[in-house]
């Protein structure tokens, strides 16, 4: 079946605009992830959506960014007033969540590479 | 202190060798560890998980779990050029779900 699906896959964008980044999960996956990964660096991990809860955004690095999801699939990423720190590879995962417990696989999109100049 | 910690390497072995990949973390309540291999331009995939003390095997790939020592390894058993990648150690709260922190990755080149 089809896998996490990101848009756009590169994104060059001036400092101080405003940016969107998609994600399409797996369909049926309840759970769904945002990560940064800057050059020659581990996953940082941003936030963290279950089902219908309150997402966790303990890993939000600035009021800049903000993230939804609707409808309890699509996910949406907003960097708000780029700046070139912020130039990453941003990735996007889901898992089935819900009860899986230690067993939940999460699964990565091909993620979405930000330039700000 | 980082949560999850990695030799960033670069390590190098040959082709038909053993490779050796170790992880540590600090929080004693870690309850799922995970191995994900990341080529170059791609994104992280999922190799091994493992939750309990002691070894699990899958093929060329065992993974070791020590929580008392707070440390995990994979060994990679008769290494293959396509093995060359970075490896990814990641480590899941007492919750069980929700987010995993990472390591920085470890880059493996096997050399035929």
């Known amino acids: 079946g089809a896998g996490v699906s990101q848009s756009p896959s590169n994104k060059v964008t001036e400092k101080g605009k405003d940016v969107e980044l998609r994600c399409d999960p797996i369909?049926?996956?309840?759970?769904l992830y945002w990560y940064r990964q800057s050059l020659g660096q581990g996953l940082e991990f941003l936030i963290y959506?279950?089902?219908?809860?309150?997402?966790?955004k303990s890993g939000l690095p600035s009021d800049r960014f903000s993230a939804e999801r609707t409808g309890g699939s699509v996910s949406t990423l907003t960097i708000q007033r780029t700046q070139q720190e912020d130039s990453a590879v941003y990735l996007c995962a889901s898992s089935l969540g819900g009860g899986r417990g230690r067993a939940d696989t999460q699964y990565f999109g091909p993620g979405t590479r930000l330039t700000v100049l | 202190q980082k949560e999850v910690e990695q030799n960033s390497g670069p390590l190098s072995v040959p082709e038909g060798a053993i490779a050796s990949l170790n992880c540590t973390y600090s929080d004693r309540v870690s309850q799922s560890f995970f191995w994900y291999r990341q080529y170059s331009g791609k994104s992280p995939e999922l190799i091994m998980s493992?939750?309990?003390?002691g070894d699990k095997e899958d093929g060329r790939f065992t993974a070791q779990l020590n929580k008392a020592s707070q440390y995990v390894s994979l060994l990679i058993r008769d290494s293959q050029p396509s093995d060359s990648a970075t490896y990814l150690c990641?480590?899941?709260?007492?919750?069980?779900?929700?987010?995993?922190?990472f390591g920085d990755g470890t880059t493996l080149t096997v050399k035929p």
């Open positions: 493992i939750y309990s003390n």
């Open positions: 959506f279950q089902g219908n809860s309150a997402p966790d």
């Open positions: 990641a480590v899941r709260g007492f919750t069980n779900a929700g987010k995993s922190t």
């Open positions: 369909s049926g996956h309840t759970a």
